[in-house]
């Protein structure tokens, strides 16, 4: 968990007895993060946004667990990214979670052309996410940098009431799109095989 606070809100919205849970935050010691399974009592991991360990922090506790020998068993819980290729009408066959792009433009913008080349030579949806903050940053990067025929995916708030999915071309998003702003966002990109 990445906050303690939002963590006690939602699990008393599900009416757990919060009072008698021990909420750790995941930046803490790993090592004793990792107590209660030595001393035989149960650990859950929560994610503050999206599923437990995919683009997320509890990756390291989960590690950790399997190198100490502990049972790890995953329970179904929605994930962004998932979520969003499910939405996008993108190849699912084929398909790659890229994590977040480099922060600096010119190392962004490589990126992003390395992506759609492999997009488009294995058929494959590249999947990538940003900091709220950045998101405009990336889709105008995405815009500028991809062929028209490339299409963009943009699926953000995703499983809250204002969840947007929108699918256009580069070139039509161009003409008339604009960014989801400060909102979690996944992106996902296909690219034409024609270029």
């Known amino acids: 968990m990445e906050n303690a606070k939002s963590a006690r809100a939602f699990l008393g919205a599900l009416d757990l007895p919060v009072r008698e849970l021990s909420i750790k935050v995941i930046d803490e010691d790993i090592d004793e993060l990792l107590l209660p399974l030595r001393e035989k009592r149960p650990l859950g991991l ?7 360990a995919i683009a997320d ?14 049972k790890v068993v995953p ?10 290729l499910m939405a996008s009408g993108l190849e699912g066959q084929r398909f790659a979670f890229c994590g977040y792009l480099p922060r600096e433009a010119k190392d962004r913008d490589k990126r992003i052309r390395e992506l759609e080349q492999r997009s488009r030579r294995e058929r494959e949806t590249e999947i990538f996410i940003e900091t709220p903050y950045r998101n405009d940053g990336l889709f105008a990067a995405l815009l500028a940098t991809c062929a028209p025929a490339t299409r963009l995916c943009v699926a953000a708030d995703l499983t809250l009431p204002q969840e947007t999915v929108v699918v256009k071309t580069v070139a039509e998003w161009r003409r008339h799109g604009a ?11 296909l690219s034409s095989p024609t270029g």
């Open 57 to 70: 922090p509890g990756a390291a506790l989960v590690e950790a667990a399997h190198r100490e020998g502990f």
């Open 75 to 84: 329970l179904i819980g929605p994930s962004s990214i998932v979520l969003a």
């Open 179 to 189: 960014g989801p702003g400060k909102r979690p966002a996944v992106f996902l990109l």
């Open 46 to 52: 929560l994610s503050e946004a999206g599923c437990p």
